[in-house]
């Protein structure tokens, strides 16, 4: 999981593009179709407001023994725009570029891109985006003008893989999130996420939907019919919104906090107002996923919008409407737990004790010293971010999931890291997951093999670095957030197994509060083992 999501955390824009899988002698070939498939999402847009969005592949590599990947050579995407030619103007986005890797030219009303390698793919499913195209209308084009883009896409020799996607001239609108302020919360008790939106534009808004991050299904205490409550919470609203005119829930959305949930835990929710045309083309990329994004419907009664205060009557709204200020949608609530139960966090590590060739498997992280249980997936700043900097006499073999490497020796080699992330000199963990209630610890499991010429110098572990941790830590007391990984040298024979460090430990899976699209992005990684493929 964390292997996916280094290669997202330390990958640019140009790091994202990646050609396809050629089949060569002894490795896994790209199935025929449609093991490959693309996607590019019906697109509406009004001036003066372009949009820009990448094209997808979806590429499936076959698993075979041995997880061998599949090489990539050259491949080809061409998009033809000659009948959206009168109404909108195309063009790629030139920092998506894959730097030498990419190149592309447009003539006439067709651009083609050229992508030449090399890299692999992984066995099992690669998201892999090609190239991202801005799409503007022309001044003047009437409302619900229409017209076709076509993508193909060549992967080396093999026939062409081809799409389509409808683009549409719509109506501007205006959504606006109105900003709430922070709330200190009682443990125990319940607390009210009612986000509100306004009406800014000048024409009526037919249709709106909802999309909270961060909103934890496991405290809601209501469950509308008209939401559904998964890794991400969507509500669908029929009301029309008059022009002006600001609304809020008719009901809140009601959370019940943990009576044992430590002081300072923070959550903070994301929320973002988009018309129904906005929202498709978010969300199309992950419509074979949906309900694993967006879970079950609510078995109770639905919630509205409902005016504040009351407005009068307003012209009737389009059908197809597009947000000509999509900067202003969105807005972060934040639910802090009051109390005195802030917590202690205290490093852990622990002592390697071998000879050399020996393999020592070893668990270092952190304990909480109480009082108050973190809940990570819930709360945001709950985890401290554990830093490990490897001891220089031993090499890390074995490496927890939940870590991925922050720096490199010489051993170490980058770009074979896809799913052997060992060797590193220093790993950053991190728990998104689960609770650490009071005396528990959070562990991680590492394997160390002291190295041909051992030293005994120490290594360490560090919470609550500022690097790390973007919120204020919770932790009351900052003396205990490092701990040694100290090397004793046994003087055998060696080529043992042993197993040292801590004796406690909690494995985390959750969500991650992360906007949309990252968090969209963790899901397909964690629940479908889909890689984002550089």
Request: aromatic share 6%; glycine share 10%.
């Amino acid at each position: 999981m964390h292997r996916a999501l280094h290669r997202l955390l330390t990958g640019s824009a140009a790091a994202l593009m990646a050609a396809a899988a050629v089949a060569v002698p002894g490795t896994p070939a790209l199935a025929a179709d449609p093991a490959v498939r693309l996607y590019f999402p019906d697109i509406s847009v009004v001036a003066p407001a372009p949009k820009v969005s990448p094209l997808y592949a979806w590429i499936t590599v076959p698993d075979k023994a041995g997880d061998v990947p599949a090489p990539i050579g050259k491949m080809t995407v061409r998009v033809d725009t000659a009948d959206v030619a009168d109404i909108v103007t195309v063009t790629s986005v030139g920092d998506f570029e894959n730097g030498e890797e990419q190149s592309c030219a447009t003539s006439g009303a067709v651009i083609t891109c050229t992508f030449t390698g090399p890299s692999e793919l992984e066995p099992g499913i690669n998201l892999v985006p090609l190239v991202a195209l801005q799409v503007a209308a022309k001044a003047g084009v009437a409302q619900d003008a229409d017209g076709k883009l076509e993508f193909s896409v060549r992967l080396d020799d093999a026939p062409a893989v081809t799409t389509s996607s409808t683009v549409t001239i719509g109506e501007g609108v205006d959504l606006a999130a109105v900003l709430g302020t922070p709330r200190t919360v009682a443990p125990g008790a319940n607390v009210d996420a009612a986000p509100r939106v306004s009406n800014a534009g000048t024409k009526p808004v037919k249709s709106v939907v909802l999309i909270l991050v961060g909103l934890d299904p496991s405290l809601s205490k209501d469950s509308f019919s008209n939401c559904r409550y998964g890794f991400l919470t969507l509500c669908t609203f029929d009301d029309e919104l008059a022009t002006g005119t600001t609304y809020e829930l008719s009901a809140p959305m009601r959370l019940k906090i943990p009576a044992d949930a430590a002081a300072g835990s923070s959550a903070e929710v994301f929320s973002s107002w988009h018309t129904p045309s906005d929202f498709k083309e978010l969300i199309g990329i992950v419509s074979e996923l949906n309900d694993e994004v967006f879970g079950p419907k609510g078995t109770g009664a639905p919630v509205r919008l409902r005016p504040v205060p009351a407005s009068g009557a307003a012209k009737r709204a389009a059908a197809n409407q597009v947000d000509t200020k999509p900067e202003n949608n969105a807005l972060i609530s934040e639910f802090v737990v009051g109390g005195s139960r802030r917590p202690d966090m205290a490093a852990v590590g622990a002592t390697i004790t071998g000879d050399v060739g020996d393999k020592v498997r070893t668990r270092v992280g952190f304990t909480n010293n109480g009082p108050g249980t973190l809940y990570h997936s819930t709360f945001t700043n709950t985890d401290p971010g554990t830093h490990i900097r490897v001891p220089a006499g031993v090499k890390a073999v074995g490496v927890d999931e939940r870590c991925f490497p922050l720096s490199s020796d010489e051993e170490f080699e980058p770009e074979d890291s896809a799913e052997d992330l060992t060797g590193a000199s220093e790993y950053l963990c991190l728990l998104t997951g689960g609770t650490t209630k009071p005396k528990a610890s959070a562990l991680f499991d590492f394997t160390f093999q002291v190295r041909e010429k051992p030293s005994a110098a120490a290594g360490r572990v560090t919470i609550n670095e500022n690097a790390f941790v973007d919120e204020d830590p919770i932790d009351r007391d900052g003396g205990n957030d490092t701990a040694k990984i100290a090397v004793e040298l046994s003087g055998g024979s060696g080529g043992g197994l042993a197993v040292t460090g801590a004796n406690a430990g909690l494995l985390g899976a959750g969500g991650a509060v992360l906007l949309l699209a990252g968090a969209i992005g963790l899901l397909l990684v964690r629940r479908r083992r889909v890689r984002f493929t550089a």
